[in-house]
């Protein structure tokens, strides 16, 4: 197991465009979390998955924003008509299943950083 | 509602002092505390947690912290810094049930480490 895994680790794109980031979290885990990190900012939650159920989302999922996890393994993250206030760091991360042994600890990807010009 | 309040964003220390990153935190319930590090263009990385078993937590590379409930601190420490250290640091507040493992980040401390 190498991990979570984020794609593409850099995207450059116009206002206006749509983009999209995968994860592929650790095979074992069936949570999956999207954070995102700001400059000089601590990562702040945007969305978690349960499997393939989307459990629950921050108000900061605007409606151009949509995640997806189809079969309960990977996830996407896709971002419509792009703006400049998007520019950030997208991390996933990974954990075990509530009562799981390290239920709480949560294994993060390098993350995906989006430059919006 | 939980947060947590890192009290310095910058740290600087002479290769082989001590540590000292501040954290307190704000919760509601009884939560788990975490400090994870981030280094340039790498993952965060776990370093220790904190899940109301012992109250001083060891964690990698010669970190520790100690939670103190009637402080609600949970200041990391390492006896003798290493230029590896050299990194940010993030305190992280969760509730210790249900809350799907929601971390809630601090705005980081960036550790500089001198020779």
């Known amino acids: 197991d190498t991990g979570v895994s984020q794609d593409p680790r850099h995207k450059i794109t116009k206002r206006g465009q749509n983009v999209t980031f995968r994860c592929d979290p650790i095979s074992e885990h069936n949570r999956l979390y999207w954070y995102r990190q700001t400059l000089g900012q601590g990562p702040e939650f945007l969305t978690y998955f349960q499997n393939e159920a989307q459990l629950e989302k921050s108000r900061l999922l605007s409606d151009r924003f949509s995640a997806e996890r189809p079969k309960g393994s990977f996830s996407t993250l896709e971002i419509q008509r792009t703006e400049q206030g998007d520019s950030a760091m997208y991390l996933c991360?990974?954990?075990?299943?509530?009562?799981?042994?390290?239920?709480?600890?949560?294994?993060f990807g390098a993350g995906s950083r989006l430059t919006v010009l | 509602a939980q947060s947590v309040t890192q009290l310095d964003s910058h740290v600087s220390v002479s290769e082989g002092t001590p540590v000292l990153l501040r954290c307190n935190y704000s919760s509601s319930y009884s939560p788990s505390l975490f400090w994870y590090v981030q280094h340039p263009n790498k993952g965060l990385q776990l370093l220790l947690k904190y899940t109301s078993a012992a109250t001083l937590v060891k964690g990698i590379n010669g970190f520790e912290a100690e939670f103190k409930k009637s402080e609600t601190s949970f200041h990391l420490t390492k006896p003798s810094a290493h230029m590896s250290d050299a990194a940010e640091y993030f305190c992280?507040?969760?509730?210790?049930?249900?809350?799907?493992?929601?971390?809630?980040f601090g705005t980081g401390t960036q550790l500089k480490v001198e020779l």
């Open positions: 992280v507040v969760s509730p210790s049930t249900g809350g799907g493992n929601k971390l809630t």
């Open positions: 991360a990974s954990s075990p299943g509530q009562g799981a042994f390290g239920a709480n600890v949560l294994t």
